[in-house]
């Protein structure tokens, strides 16, 4: 796991995604670059803090949600934890290398898709990187 201290993670963020990424933020929806899903299905989203693959594109679905949705990561690439924030319970997920804030899992929302499941992604987050 990364060990990069606050001043090192500004110097490569963006004030953004230093407050998504690093303090666990969320952008507006609709706001995002990967809001959509890409026709080339070769393509990795990866971990804009360090850079570790973590979404094929190929398990991106339109979800209508506001933010990039995907029914699977990468194995091994992010972490899970209960976030109870906002008087909600959710299935917070982080980078796995970085332990940079992703987004959440919502699961059984009944999406026509392998796992049933939507890993609803900051688009801030990610860079997209061919396969």
């Not at 990424?21 to 803090?49: I, M, W």
Request: glycine letters at 8%; hydrophobic letters at 25%; proline letters at 5%.
């Amino acid at each position: 796991m990364s060990s990069k201290s606050e001043e090192e993670w500004r110097a490569i963020l963006s004030p953004q995604q230093f407050k998504v990424l690093r303090q666990n933020g969320t952008e507006a929806p609709h706001s995002g670059e990967f809001v959509k899903t890409p026709n080339d299905k070769s393509l990795v989203y990866k971990c804009v803090g360090c850079d570790s693959p973590l979404y094929e594109s190929s398990t991106q679905f339109d979800a209508h949600c506001g933010w990039p949705a995907f029914y699977q990561a990468i194995p091994g690439s992010i972490t899970t934890k209960t976030d109870s924030s906002f008087g909600m319970v959710r299935e917070e997920m982080r980078c796995a290398n970085c332990d940079g804030h992703l987004g959440h899992i919502f699961r059984g929302e009944g999406y026509k898709t392998p796992t049933d499941a939507r890993h609803c992604v900051n688009s801030i987050c990610l860079k997209l990187d061919k396969n």
